[in-house]
């Protein structure tokens, strides 16, 4: 039975964050350039330690609201990095989380602040420790949860074309989709509001904007049928 604290190993607990964002074309992640050692003025995710106060989502969510000015973001516990030798300085175990946000809300002066930015999933850099690792498991979650869940949603903006959507789509799953079919599945599932107003901007007719009703969402699960694109 452990019954002296003072005689035990004490360790570092780091929290990480993987924040995904889109901007209408392609999903991409937000990266900061690392201002001090080890590994100074490479590339890494935002992270931070855990404090003595807090639970680690509230970690998470500190570390989040410091660089996107957020503080209602949605974000998941993605896994928990615990090699001896992965951070060259001390001892520290991370744990993970990844998050999404509209690229289109966020803080463009805090992120200058903290030298990030936002970099296409297929064109991010090496990252330091076992950073590249924490994103790849981030994106395997990712599709994972979009495939069943709407979590896709928190990367759109509040209105959004059915062009939109696709490509949100096709850039997680990274495939392309069929359009009828993706269409007709988006329309079997019945928590879209299609709007009056259109997006002028992609051709001269304009293409009809929707918007996501979780409250329909909520009433389809609380009657057993499932999301599935």
Known sequence: MLNNYNAEDKVLLAV??????????????????RDFEPEKGKWSLIGGFLK?????????????????????????????????DRDPAERTLSVAYYALINIEDH???????YSAKWFSIDEAPSLIFDHNQ????????LRRRAISKPIGFELLPEKFTMRQLQKL????????????????????LDILVKLEEKDM???RKGSYLYQFDKEKYDRN???????KI
Do not use: P, W
């Open 134 to 141: 924490m994103v790849q498991k981030a994106i395997l979650r």
């Open 201 to 203: 901007t992609s051709s």
């Open 221 to 227: 699960v609380e009657d057993g049928i499932t999301f």
């Open 107 to 113: 803080d463009e002066k805090l992120i200058e602040q």
């Open 16 to 33: 990480d964050c993987i924040i995904f964002g889109f901007d209408q074309e392609d999903l991409k992640i937000l990266l900061i350039k």
């Open 52 to 84: 003595m106060t807090e639970t680690l989502d509230d970690a998470a969510n500190r570390i989040l609201y410091h660089l996107t000015g957020f503080d209602k973001i949605y974000m998941e516990q993605l896994y928990n990095f615990s090699k001896i």
């Open 169 to 188: 789509y096709e850039s997680i799953l990274d495939e392309e989709l069929d359009k009828r079919n993706f269409i007709n599945k988006i329309n079997a």
